[in-house]
T-cell receptor, first 113, second 109 residues
Framework: ETGVTQTPRHLVMGMTNKKSLKCEQHLGHNAMYWYKQSAKKPLELMFV???????ENNSVPSRFSPECPNSSHLFLHLHTLQPEDSALYLC????????????FGPGTRLLVL | QKEVEQNSGPLSVPEGAIASLNCTYSDRGSQSFFWYRQYSGKSPELIMF????GDKEDGRFTAQLNKASQYVSLLIRDSQPSDSATYLCAVNPGGKLQFGAGTQVVVTP
């Protein structure tokens, strides 16, 4: 185990639903990340938080809304998603933004119908 | 041009042989390089990182970096069936990691 947990592990939702993904890290890190992984494509960085402040938003559609209440927790709020948003959503953490060694959670497999 | 390129494979390797994986990157300013292993349906797991030109060994794994040629490679010695996975190369040109799409390795008994 890497010390990064994610819930739920699997999620099926309709395009009109609202759901949230949760990530928690137990490593004492200060930076947290959301990635999207689609089949046969590189990991896509979505959001970065460093010391609870969002430092990066990689042109992610507004139907994805991140929240970082503290350095240990990260949420991804989902609403009115599209079928092409179906993917594996990975959370990662690192000591801080300058420390690039990132540790990943197990991911949430999302299917949008 | 992709920022980080890897051959998608699959790379078929007999058990006990050496698996050789390559990765090229486009940003000459990249300073740190990582290899992650990802089993099917699982999340990426860090194997090694390398910052300096040359070789870095850790158990059966050796990372090789050549900044002048802009490539980083991973050698897996004495390959085992448990090494069958997708290997992701990640490069940091400054500010954020950029990942390749990964090379699938299949170790055959």
């Amino acid at each position: 185990e890497t010390g990064v947990t994610q819930t739920p592990r699997h999620l099926v939702m309709g395009m009109t639903n609202k759901k949230s993904l949760k990530c928690e890290q137990h490593l004492g890190h200060n930076a947290m990340y959301w990635y999207k992984q689609s089949a046969k494509k590189p990991l896509e960085l979505m959001f970065v938080y460093n010391f609870k402040e969002q430092t990066e938003n990689n042109s992610v559609p507004s139907r994805f809304s991140p929240e970082c209440p503290n350095s240990s927790h990260l949420f991804l709020h989902l609403h009115t998603l599209q079928p092409e948003d179906s993917a594996l959503y990975l959370c990662a953490s690192s000591q801080d933004r300058a420390q690039e060694t990132q540790y990943f959670g197990p991911g949430t497999r999302l299917l949008v119908l | 041009q992709k920022e980080v390129e890897q051959n998608s494979g699959p790379l078929s390797v007999p058990e006990g042989a050496i698996a050789s994986l390559n990765c090229t990157y486009s940003d000459r300013g990249s300073q740190s390089f990582f290899w992650y292993r990802q089993y099917s349906g699982k999340s990426p797991e860090l194997i090694m990182f390398i910052y300096s030109n040359g070789d870095k060994e850790d158990g059966r794994f050796t990372a090789q970096l050549n900044k002048a040629s802009q490539y980083v490679s991973l050698l897996i010695r004495d390959s085992q069936p448990s090494d069958s996975a997708t290997y992701l190369c990640a490069v940091n040109p400054g500010g954020k990691l950029q990942f390749g799409a990964g090379t699938q390795v299949v170790v055959t008994p």
